[in-house]
């Protein structure tokens, strides 16, 4: 069950105040009642008291009563005379109306009953004197003969089942002297009438009950609701108790304090529904009604995500920080929203420009989606290809595959974030294309790989343009040399024309001597001598020429001599020298044995390059140096400098040395290729080619790496 | 006896149009370079001379331009083993006899060297020439 903020808090004000007020309502009550039950029990006290005091002076009133009665003449000369008129003249039922007695009785000096009358409280007619009273008499001999001897007694009485006041005294004259003539007896009997007098005399309630014989009543007091209980016991005449009182006092300021108290507690059960009303209220005007706003504008925005609604503040406490707070997280929102649209129309831009083809793999669900153009790319209509990996497995090329899947592994393990092959791929119709596919990776917060993102394009017009690239750069590679050899032809010529005018004239000679018959051993052994070093200086050129021509792009490595690929190459330039009177010098620091790993033609091609260009450069100043210097670097490169006279290069002109159809010669005298051509043919055989710009005069320095096979072989023969 | 100076940095040439004209009778010194033929030309009458043209330090074109007085009116043959129509039309202004092209048949040198020893020098001509 959802409890609201609102629940709550009435819920706790209200469970507050309820807990106060039992507190309140316990605390009042054992205090107040305790106090009441203290003044109640000086009440109770208080009226025991004057209701003994009621009873005793009853009793004292027939005692006084009875006195007057004894203590007369009358009654004293009854007792000798008899005379019946005194008895019928005082004990009729008027005097025992008057009285308010019920038994009247008249004893001789002998202890004899010589008259005796006995009323009901109603029956004014009644005159017998019930055995059980004369049985009375009888068991109080003793009293009746002390009061003839002149002591009389008062005191309560149980006579049967009921209770008389009683009181006998002697019967003496009026002069109250003398020996006594009898004794008199008065007695009432304690019945209804008598308790209601008293009850209203003393203005309680009370009732009476016979105790048993000893036990007492001396409870103090008995509470009870609506009433409180005071206990009394009566004794008689031998100071035996004999009857119990229970006195009930009414308790009206008690049940007023109740009824006080209930009131108040109603009341302050009102004040706190009052209360709990304001505060409702004042949750709902001040607070409530506000967050509810707040959560329709939370929902509003949620729903509608517009960030850029703003909470309207209209007063200035903490809810209106937290809306503060909101807005400026709604700025941020916003911000970074317009942030990610505008990087996400750049990704859709990008992909669309890009035009390639886009799959999605959802690590967790394992589920991928590959897009229409990733379809359009394999040939493939919209519902053609299933949106399964192992579309990869089907349609990549077995040789490129191995290589894709452990790029996908690494990326999926972390050890990188993303991967560019090129791959093969077959399409429906079952033809190849190349595709250049781009794979990322994204990451939850630990770094769980948990999507792979892939782009894909087919670039097998790039692929063909690229191969058309490299086959047009071999030609004019091959173009290039061929330039070269053109301008080293005259060159060339010379070599070859050379020692061909040596042959001629040679066979001319042995021609001549045969003719002339004077041709002799000795004759013919030095001119075949001269002709056959000579034809092996032909060939020596001719075959650096072919190799020098020759497309050396297939060749493999090969350890040669560095020596042998400089003087190779100085062999196509040695005629240039000469014949332009350049002032040629090579030095060599360099062992004759030291190996390089290279393609001896493109070296050789480096090389010739950069000496015609050093030739070409100088054959029309007066310093006509060109020098070839050949070092070791840190015994692991060779390093080939070749210097020419002239000032150096001016900066410009070096920051474009290497550029394609970059010339500082005229138009129709390079190509303007040469030395971006070399600059590549170097990196291809793991050689630097560049520009020396801190040398006084123009130095290119080629710095090709030495191979180390001397200590390898050596090792590996002293293992074997 | 005819005189003849072979001016070629190849040795073999060198020996080869030696042991040639030597054989058919003729006076022959050789120099290696145009330096060594000066010096052998200051010592030395010579009738002919016959000179590569593409040599270290000093061209065929040079040492024709070296002669002078008595010198320039001995003609002058280039053997060339690379030598354009424009290094022979130089040649020719400054007073060039003939040319040969290497490889050469070592009898039409001696043609082109009987018919320059029978013409004479075209140099005074030339230079004669306004």
């Not at chain 1, 009644?126 to 002149?150: D, H, K, M, W, Y």
């Amino acid at each position: 069950m959802r409890v609201t903020l609102k629940t709550h808090s009435l819920l706790a004000l209200a469970l507050s105040i309820f807990v106060f007020l039992l507190v309140l309502f316990l605390v009042s009550r054992a205090i107040i009642f305790n106090g009441f039950s203290k003044i109640e029990a000086q009440q109770i006290a208080l009226a025991v008291e004057r209701y003994e005091n009621t009873f005793k002076s009853r009793l004292k009133f027939i005692e006084s009563k009875l006195s007057d009665w004894a203590i007369w003449d009358d009654s004293f000369e009854f007792l000798q005379n008899r005379n019946p008129r005194y008895i019928a003249s005082n004990y009729g039922p008027r005097p025992f109306s008057v009285l308010n007695i019920n038994i009247a009785a008249i004893f001789d000096r002998g202890g004899r009953i010589v008259f005796a009358r006995e009323y009901g409280p109603t029956d004014k007619d009644e005159r017998f004197l019930s055995p059980v009273i004369q049985g009375f008499f009888q068991e109080e001999r003793n009293t009746v003969q002390a009061a003839i001897e002149g002591r009389g007694s008062t005191g309560l009485v149980a006579i049967g089942p009921d209770f008389y006041l009683l009181s006998i005294q002697p019967v003496l004259p009026t002069s109250a002297e003398g020996t006594p003539r009898g004794a008199l007896l008065f007695a009432r009997k304690i019945d209804d009438r008598f308790l209601e007098s008293l009850n209203t005399e003393l203005k309680v309630h009370s009732t009476l009950y016979a105790l048993k014989t000893g036990t007492t009543s001396n409870e103090p007091s008995v509470h009870h609701d609506d009433k409180i209980e005071g206990q009394l016991s009566l004794k008689d005449i031998h100071e035996k108790p004999v009857l119990g009182a229970s006195i009930f006092l009414s308790r009206p300021v008690y049940l007023q304090a109740k009824e006080t108290i209930l009131f108040i507690g109603l009341l302050f059960i009102c004040i706190s529904v009052f209360f709990v009303a304001l505060v409702d209220y004042f949750l709902n005007a001040k607070i409530l009604r506000r967050i509810q706003r707040m959560k329709e504008f939370f929902y509003k925005v949620d729903k509608s995500q517009d960030y850029k609604l703003r909470y309207q503040n209209t007063q200035q406490d903490e809810l209106d920080d937290l809306a503060v707070s909101f807005n400026s997280l709604l700025d941020r929102v916003s911000q970074s929203q317009a942030l990610l649209r505008t990087e996400e129309q750049r990704y859709r831009l990008a992909i669309k420009s890009a035009s390639g083809g886009v799959w999605d793999l959802d690590l967790c669900t394992k589920e991928v989606i590959f897009d229409q153009k990733f379809k359009d790319i394999l040939g493939f209509q919209e519902n053609e290809l299933q949106n399964q990996m192992w579309i990869f497995d089907k349609y990549c090329h077995p040789e490129d595959l191995p290589a894709f899947k452990s790029g996908l592994k690494e990326l999926v393990q972390g050890s990188s974030e993303s991967f560019a092959l090129r791959l093969r791929m077959q399409t429906k119709s079952g033809e190849w294309k190349h595709v250049q596919a781009e794979t990322g990776v994204t990451r939850d917060d630990e770094g769980m790989a948990v999507r792979i993102i892939g782009w894909l394009k087919d670039v097998s017009s790039i692929v063909e343009t690229e191969k058309l690239v490299v086959d047009q750069q071999k030609k004019i590679t091959q173009a290039t040399k061929m330039t070269a050899l053109g301008q080293m032809a005259g060159g060339i010529a010379h070599e070859i024309n050379n020692p061909l005018a040596v042959i001629l004239g040679s066979v001319q000679l042995l021609q001549m001597y045969k003719d002339s018959d004077t041709l002799t051993n000795e004759r013919l052994t030095s001119q075949l001598s001269r002709i056959e070093a000579t034809t092996n200086r032909i060939s020596k050129i001719v075959r650096s020429l072919r190799n020098f021509a020759r497309d050396g792009s297939h060749d493999p490595f090969e350890l040669v001599e560095i020596r042998k690929v400089i003087d190779d190459s100085l062999s196509f330039c040695r005629e240039r020298i000469k014949s332009l009177d350049i002032q040629w010098s090579e030095t060599y620091q360099i062992e004759s044995s030291a190996v390089v790993s290279v393609r001896p033609v493109e070296i050789s091609q480096v090389l010739v390059n950069l000496l015609n260009n050093a030739i070409d450069h100088v054959k029309n100043l007066k310093d006509k140096r060109v020098e070839l210097s050949v070092d070791v670097h840190a015994d692991t490169h060779v390093i080939v400098g070749i210097t020419n006279g002239g000032d150096p290069l001016p900066r410009e002109i070096q920051n474009h040395l290497f550029e394609p159809f970059f010339s500082t010669k005229e138009t129709g005298q390079g190509t303007g290729l040469g030395l971006s051509i070399s600059h590549g043919l170097a990196q291809q055989n793991n050689a630097r080619l560049y520009y020396d710009s801190l040398s006084p005069t123009p130095r290119f320095i080629l710095e090709i790496p030495l191979a180390r096979l001397d200590g390898s072989t050596n090792l590996s023969r002293k293992l074997a | 006896m005819i005189k003849l100076l072979i001016v070629d940095d190849e040795e073999q040439i060198r020996q080869v149009l030696s042991e040639y004209f030597v054989s058919q009778n003729y006076l022959v010194a050789a120099a290696k370079n145009g330096a060594e033929a000066i010096k052998i030309l200051q010592s030395e009458k010579f009738d002919v001379i016959v000179s590569d043209y593409l040599m270290p330090e000093m061209t065929g074109l040079e040492l024709i331009d070296y002669l002078k007085g008595d010198l320039a009116k001995i003609p002058v043959i280039w053997i060339s083993g690379n030598a354009s129509l424009t290094t022979y039309r130089s040649g020719w202004n400054k007073g060039l006899f003939d040319y040969l092209e290497k490889p050469l048949r070592l009898e039409d040198l001696k043609l082109a060297v009987e018919k320059a020893l029978a013409f004479g020098n075209t140099k005074e001509a030339a230079s004669a020439q306004p």
